[in-house]
């Protein structure tokens, strides 16, 4: 069985989506922990209620991003992830980590990348005036939204409520998340 490790800092829908894939027999795997930097964020209990390892952690408790990702290297180690899901992680992946795991890390944004990178992809899409959105799910390397695109979907919204974007976002997100993940393991 492979192992997935799925790293959130909110709300946490792709990781009970990708969790309740896995334990549908969906997705041919386990989430074997997820990782969390938001001690409080709602996904920690999303994830405990579906019994799910977690690892929680504070930023400001270590000496720097190398020294939280060397613990987190030693857990993915550990437990023998074959493949780490960024979903809603807010936080840039450093080298510690990418020295590791790059190559086997993934993360999903809201946006048809290249065009907006960034944490307000969506609203800045809105402000732009586009007219047809999308769902990106790339490689993870040093380059912040930058490596290479594995799966995109697009959808098209006329409107200019960032929200009602990400609602109709979410819902393709789910559903792509899940299909490129067993793509990808089944390669
Ligand atoms: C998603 O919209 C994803 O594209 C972005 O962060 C959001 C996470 O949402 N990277 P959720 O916490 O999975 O609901």
Redesign the pocket.
């Known amino acids: 069985m492979k192992k997935l490790a799925v790293f ?1 800092s ?6 009970v989506a990708i969790a309740k894939a896995c334990a549908s027999g969906v997705i041919k795997a386990e989430v074997a922990v997820m990782v969390c930097d938001k001690p409080g964020a709602a ?1 920690i209990d999303r994830a405990r209620e579906m019994g799910i390892e977690t690892f929680v952690f504070s930023p400001k408790d270590y000496t720097g991003k190398s020294a939280y990702e060397a613990e987190i290297v030693k857990l993915l180690d550990a437990k023998e992830i074959d493949l780490v899901c960024l ?2 992680y807010m936080r840039i992946v450093g080298e510690t980590l990418l020295n590791a795991y790059e190559g086997k890390i993934i993360n ?3 946006s048809l990348l290249p065009s907006f990178k960034g944490a307000h992809a969506v609203e800045d899409a809105v402000a732009y005036g586009v007219k047809v959105y999308g ?1 990106t799910i790339h490689w993870v390397n040093a380059d912040l939204d930058g490596g290479k695109i594995i799966a995109q979907r697009a959808f098209p919204y006329e409107g200019s409520d960032p929200a009602e974007v ?1 609602r109709l ?2 819902v393709i ?1 789910h559903q792509l998340y899940i299909e490129t993940i067993n793509k990808i393991l089944n390669q």
């Open positions: 959130a909110g709300t946490g829908t792709n990781f996904v979903a809603g999903i944004h809201p769902i990400h976002g979410q997100e």
